[in-house]
């Protein structure tokens, strides 16, 4: 009797153990970033993901959110500008590396928006602690002449720069590196475009990303003209112990990852590689098209997929997949992606709320003990400019400066969108994670008057100051 009890207690704890829902990751469904969504990069870190891509203009933005989905609404918040006439402009492929404690940022940019091209250079920044969207101060110019999409990694217990650069043909270079920001050797060529799939359209290998697993080196790159459809990804493998030399790289004959017809999807290339938060799985980040006339623009949008391995240690891209397809997310994050923030001030840690959940406009904003109420509850929806308008979630009304008034003290409220650069706004980082809220038209920034920490203390635009009662924390809810 009491080994039969045993038995059927034993099924019904099973019973109840299949029956409970797992954790699971949100679902994911692409395009992870629609606006300036060309050169993606994205790093997992301290329970989130941190995404760059090409800007075309003078700042580099990052979102964050803790998942995949998330990033799609998460805010662009502006970590870097381009602080002299010689890397003003036109911000290219940017990437984050976590190197000996610091975040270290690499990107392209031009001299000037009339000849971007032919000064594009690559650029280094580090940060100031471990806080993957900085502050950031610059650090150094990794070379001397064009070249595009710097990455680096470290193979064989040594730090290496790869980048694409031109001689005669678009081509893949690397150099060594003494510290994150210092090379230690010149650039050598170790890929040219030679089959005809790298030919399409122009003779380009260019984007490098590294890819390493079970002690074997990979390097993905892009080919071909990325104007074109046909832009796709190739493997070179390391063979050989020299990484700076081209015979110690095997160019495999075929393309790893190229147009889809089928779903819908053209030119795909420039991706990075991350891993899920849980470490199980591998996952590419690329851009792409959504028509084979589209081209080498802003037009281009984020995907993600998951990957796998091939039983020879191979990475296995697979195929694009067509947006829209909904998938779970990858493994180990939470189970729902925040589509809402709350606005909380460094001085008080009171949040941002419109004052009474009015739906008038001109209704004012003001800031008042978190409670977790709609009214205090922010969509921070990109408006592909390097700003973005804050809706209300309880009205349905953004943020705006009253009258466009540049004056400091003018005050902020809530208005019926009207697409005027007084009711966009960017987000500069500070340091802590904090921001600074500043208006487009005006460029004065969001703060507490009087730096007051009681409920309803008018929220209003001043000159930024640096002082707490004008920073601001972004938090998903």
């Known amino acids: 009797m009491a080994r039969r009890l045993l038995t059927l207690l034993t099924a019904l704890l099973l019973a109840l153990a299949i029956g409970q829902p797992s954790a699971s990751a949100a679902t994911f469904t692409n395009p992870v970033k629609t606006q300036k969504g060309a050169d993606p990069w994205i790093s997992y870190y301290a329970g989130n993901y941190y995404m760059v891509t090409t800007s075309w203009t003078s700042a580099i933005t990052m979102r964050r959110s803790a998942t995949l989905a998330g990033l799609a609404t998460a805010p662009s918040v502006q970590v870097w500008t381009g602080d002299a006439a010689s890397r003003c402009c036109n911000i290219w492929a940017p990437e984050i590396h976590f190197l000996n404690g610091r975040w270290y940022l690499y990107y392209v940019a031009g001299q000037n928006i009339a000849d971007y091209n032919a000064t594009q250079r690559t650029h280094v920044l580090e940060s100031a602690g471990s806080d993957p969207t900085g502050p950031y101060t610059y650090k150094n110019q990794l070379n001397s002449a064009w070249m595009l999409d710097p990455t680096v990694a470290t193979v064989n217990g040594q730090l290496y720069l790869f980048g694409s650069a031109s001689g005669g043909t678009q081509n893949l270079v690397a150099a060594r590196m003494s510290n994150p920001y210092t090379l230690a050797t010149g650039f050598s060529t170790i890929s040219t475009p030679t089959n005809s799939w ?21 390097l993905i790159y892009s080919a071909s003209g990325c104007w074109t459809p046909d832009y796709k990804l190739g493997q070179l493998t390391l063979t050989g112990s020299d990484p700076l030399s081209a015979s ?17 999807v053209y030119g795909p290339g420039h991706n990075g590689f991350f891993t899920s938060p849980d470490g199980t799985e591998n996952w590419i980040v690329y851009h792409a098209n959504d028509s084979a006339s589209d081209g080498c623009d802003n037009g281009r949008t984020t995907r993600a997929q998951k990957f796998t391995w091939n039983a020879d240690g191979t990475p296995n891209l697979g195929t694009p997949v067509a947006l829209g397809s909904s998938t779970g997310g990858p493994s180990g994050e939470p189970s729902a992606a925040s589509t809402t923030y709350t606005l909380t001030n460094r001085n008080s840690a009171k949040c941002l709320e419109v004052a009474g959940g009015s739906t008038a406009d001109g209704a004012d904003v003001q800031q008042f003990t978190c409670n977790g109420g709609t009214r205090q509850r922010w969509r921070i929806e990109d408006r592909g400019d390097d700003t973005s308008r804050l809706v209300n979630v309880a009205t349905g009304k953004v943020l705006d400066t009253a009258d466009c008034s540049a004056a400091d003290g003018a005050d902020l ?29 005006t460029g004065k920034v969001a703060e507490v008057a009087n730096c007051s920490p009681a409920d309803a203390a008018d929220v ?9 009662c004008q920073q601001w924390k972004l938090n998903p809810v």
């Open 198 to 218: 790298e030919k399409s359209g122009g003779s380009v290998n260019e984007g490098p990303e590294i890819l390493q697993r079970g002690g074997k080196t990979f």
């Open 248 to 264: 110690s790289w095997t160019k495999k004959s075929t393309p790893v990852f190229q147009r889809n017809d089928s779903a819908g």
């Open 413 to 441: 409220r809530q208005w019926t969108w009207l697409d005027n650069a007084c009711q966009r706004f960017r987000f500069l980082v500070t340091d802590g994670g904090y921001v600074r809220v500043v208006n487009q038209s």
């Open 460 to 468: 209003r635009q001043w000159t930024w100051l640096n002082n707490t």
